[in-house]
């Protein structure tokens, strides 16, 4: 075991890697793509599903690799067998904590992480190992969410209740979960010599988007990761998640409904 254990907030439920296998490298990593070429080996950091990581194999192969990792062997099962439905053969897949990659320095081209700094306890001690296996002039890419710069309409107390009780249950496992605004400053604190940052978004404004959205939130909050760790660090109890769970559910039948979430992004060498 590492000096530093991470705690994954929203937890490997269905509900949600039902929404981890809506992740694309075009809806997700597009950031990435320009820095991504046939032959390059690819370490993909918390990898969940695979969704993102068959992407990054079907652009650099067929020469070059993808080596997949993640802290969950039944997450890296699933990853594994979605990879293979994809036809997909130059990936590897491996249990590891991004504190202490398993690796050799210098090993790889690119080294990619989405939505992993928000959840580990030293995230500049994670960009640094990340810096150590990535070969000179080659790029490490991390995205991340940034809780407090969600947005959403109309404005229901029941989100706002929402997302208060998450960014209190993230802090209570020690993750940070306004990731997004701070990627660039750990980013130089972890050493890197260049640093481009920038942002995206993902907007659900659409009757199709706003239940697919608004549902997994539902189910999450009571029957999560989020929902136990909150139940177990005192910060919600049983009629208060109910409660929130059904203002996500009458957010998604609003006609004019909006949710936008706001990622940061770095692109970091040297």
């Known amino acids: 075991m590492t000096e530093h254990q991470s705690v994954y907030t929203h937890g490997h439920q269905e509900a949600?890697?039902?929404s981890h296998r809506t992740r694309t490298l075009a809806n997700s990593a597009g950031y990435l793509r320009p820095e991504l070429a046939a032959g390059q080996q690819?370490?993909?950091?918390g990898c969940g599903p695979g969704t993102i990581t068959a992407d990054l194999a079907e652009l650099v192969g067929p020469t070059g690799r993808v080596v997949a990792v993640d802290t969950s062997p039944e997450v890296l099962a699933q990853a594994a067998e979605y990879v293979a439905g994809r036809g997909l053969e130059n990936v590897e897949f491996a249990v590891a904590d991004v504190h202490a990659l398993p690796y050799p320095s210098a090993g790889f081209d690119v080294v990619h992480a989405h939505q992993v700094l928000q959840h580990v306890q030293d995230p500049v001690?994670?960009?640094?190992e990340m810096r150590r296996v990535?070969?000179?002039?080659?790029?490490?890419?991390v995205r991340d969410a940034d809780y407090e710069a969600m947005t959403w309409y109309p404005q229901l107390p029941e989100l706002t209740d929402w997302l208060d009780l998450y960014r209190r249950t993230a802090r209570a496992n020690g993750g940070e979960p306004?990731?997004?605004?701070?990627?660039?400053?750990?980013?130089r604190a972890a050493g890197f010599e260049e640093v481009r940052a920038s942002s995206s978004t993902w907007t659900y404004a659409t009757p199709g988007e706003?239940?697919?959205?608004?549902?997994?939130w539902a189910e999450r909050v009571t029957a999560s990761g989020l929902a136990a760790t909150a139940r177990a660090q005192g910060l919600a109890g049983?009629?208060?998640l109910a409660a929130i769970a059904d203002g996500w559910r009458r957010w998604t039948v609003e006609p004019d409904g909006w949710f936008a979430v706001l990622h940061g992004e770095v692109l970091a060498r040297g």
């Open 16 to 18: 949600v890697l039902r």
């Open 42 to 45: 690819v370490l993909d950091v």
């Open 125 to 128: 001690g994670a960009l640094r």
């Open 134 to 141: 990535v070969a000179p002039g080659g790029v490490v890419a």
């Open 178 to 187: 306004d990731a997004g605004r701070r990627l660039l400053a750990w980013a």
């Open 210 to 216: 706003r239940l697919w959205w608004g549902a997994s």
């Open 238 to 240: 049983d009629e208060e």
